[in-house]
């Protein structure tokens, strides 16, 4: 298993293009041995995120909070003591803006937690000035969907209507009662919102959000209302900071995620997350380039610009190594595949060096593995890590210094997009000849350049001929050999051609 690597030389493609990475902070770096990772930690593994070529990160959520994974916030205009002082913060962001590394932090607006003062105050009494500021219902008004069971891709609550124990008087609450959801037919709940927005745009100086369930805004049976919001959402953050970027979570197929790009321009491909993972498990080779095509040209119908952010896993879903049977060269192929598609790619933490985990979700978020555990002063402790440990995964010191790496493999694979921008920003293309069943095939084509791109999600060699034009390549995975317009490919091997 060899790899190579032809173009090098810096880029500058984000937000388009570039790799954003996804950390939670409290299992990344900890830098002051209380065994939550923190704001200086990141700081000090600043430069390994330029190493390994991401031009962005996201954090996960970082206000206060009750609870560890902290996507429900008591306060919007704090960070977590548990993480450092907002000075640490923005040392933070002065240190990866020295760096050319953008800052996107998740902002999570659909609902507060309900230790938030605002919901302590809204609960007190139906006259209180906060009450409007969630949904109260009184309880014979809503018999029928007390005990309904409502299960979606990003929930699995069976209730929505909460007893706060106080009477005749139920709040909403999509995802679970501990989330009282916001109501945003409320103006004053909205300019509460935009209010936040600029304090971290324009005091703090982050340089985006991740939107949080941003289809559940409003309910699901006012889709409409929920693409206006995020149109009026942009454009008074554009007010304060015209080039602030948008990422959203409309956890959906595409004809659900699209009519929301005008609102926001930047949204998560989950279609590729789960297209990606039946093609390498069913070995179907051109199931997610048509996919792909299909949900491009569907977004292009919306609107011409838009930012379709790709990933091969995040921190709701079983880790990627994991979900692809734990076979090396399958996970090694997935990351090429991300990484040669079209797309600006996500990259969550721990992925470079194949970290493990199941639900719950506790354990697809621990801690990174920076070396061998004796000598890993900085390695989180908050959890008994159950999945990714020194006996199944291999740390990132010990990976540097082996070619053959996950972690080689993707700094290699990254500077190979960074650097090429045909990769980066090329259109896709398939192919009109037809290719051997486990075979994906496509083109990355800008101006003059065009790249061939093959992977084989098979066990099984196979040999084919490759259309004219292409005829050197420019990086290997696994066994493959060209020789004239024959290409022969081992099992799950990749091959990139000029
Ligand atoms: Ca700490
Ligand atoms: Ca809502």
């Known amino acids: 298993m060899e790899e190579e690597v032809a173009f090098k030389g810096p880029q500058n493609y984000w937000p388009q293009a570039g790799v954003t990475y996804e950390i939670f902070v409290q299992s990344f770096y900890d830098s002051n041995g209380d065994g939550i990772g923190d704001f200086n930690g990141v700081i000090e593994k600043l430069d390994y995120v330029s190493e390994l070529g991401a031009e962005a990160i996201w954090f996960m959520p970082i206000m206060e909070s009750p609870t560890y994974h902290k996507y429900d916030v008591t306060d919007y205009k704090s960070v977590h003591p548990d993480y450092g002082s907002m000075e640490d913060f923005k040392r933070l962001l002065e240190e990866a803006h020295k760096r050319d590394i953008k800052i996107v932090i998740d902002m999570i607006i659909n609902h507060t937690s309900n230790q938030h003062p605002w919901f302590l105050e809204s609960k007190k009494s139906r006259d209180n000035p906060y009450r409007d500021y969630y949904v109260w219902a009184q309880k014979d008004t809503i018999a029928d969907f007390l005990d309904k069971k409502v299960i979606t891709l990003d929930s699995d609550n069976i209730r929505q209507w909460h007893d706060p124990g106080l009477g005749e008087d139920y ?4 995802f679970w009662g ?14 509460e919102i935009y209010e936040i927005g600029r304090f971290w745009l324009e005091e703090v100086g982050v340089d985006g959000f991740r939107l949080d369930a941003a289809k559940h805004i409003f309910p699901d049976d006012r889709p409409l209302d929920n693409h206006e919001f995020w149109k009026e959402f942009r454009a008074k953050m554009e007010e304060i900071k015209p080039d602030v970027y948008l990422v959203g979570e409309v956890y959906d197929k595409k004809e659900v ?15 590729f997350h789960y297209t990606l ?30 930012i379709d952010a790709t990933i091969s896993s995040n921190h709701d879903q079983p880790r990627l190594l994991n979900e692809l049977g734990s076979d090396p060269a399958v996970y090694k192929q997935a990351s090429t595949v ?33 070396d061998v555990e004796e000598k890993d002063t900085g390695r989180a402790t908050w959890i008994d890590a159950e999945y990714s440990t020194d006996e199944t995964v291999t740390p990132l010191e010990v990976q540097k210094n082996d070619p053959n790496s996950y972690f080689n493999h993707y700094k290699n694979l990254i500077a190979l997009r960074n650097s090429t921008p045909a990769l980066a920003i090329g259109d896709l293309e398939l192919f009109e000849q037809s290719f051997p069943e486990s075979v994906m095939a496509y083109s990355r084509n800008l101006e003059n350049t065009s790249l061939a791109i093959f992977h084989n999600l098979g066990k099984e060699e196979v040999v084919l001929n490759i259309p004219e034009g292409y005829v050197e390549s420019i990086f290997k995975l696994g066994n493959t050999k060209l020789e004239g317009s024959s290409l022969t490919l081992g099992p799950n091997s990749s091959i990139v051609l000029n």
């Open 171 to 174: 709040y909403y609450g999509f």
């Open 277 to 306: 993972l039946d093609a390498l498990n069913n070995q179907d080779g051109m199931l997610l380039p048509k996919k792909q095509k299909e949900i491009l040209d569907f977004y292009q119908g919306i609107t011409p610009s838009f």
């Open 338 to 370: 991300l990484l040669t598609m079209p797309g600006a790619p996500y990259l969550y933490y721990g992925e470079e060096i194949g970290m493990l985990g199941l639900k719950p979700d506790e354990n697809i978020r621990e801690p990174f593995l920076w």
């Open 178 to 191: 501990g989330m009282p959801d916001l109501n945003f037919d409320n103006p004053k709940v909205r300019e």
């Open 257 to 271: 995620v699209a009519p929301y790009l005008p609102g926001l321009p930047a949204l998560f491909n989950f279609d």
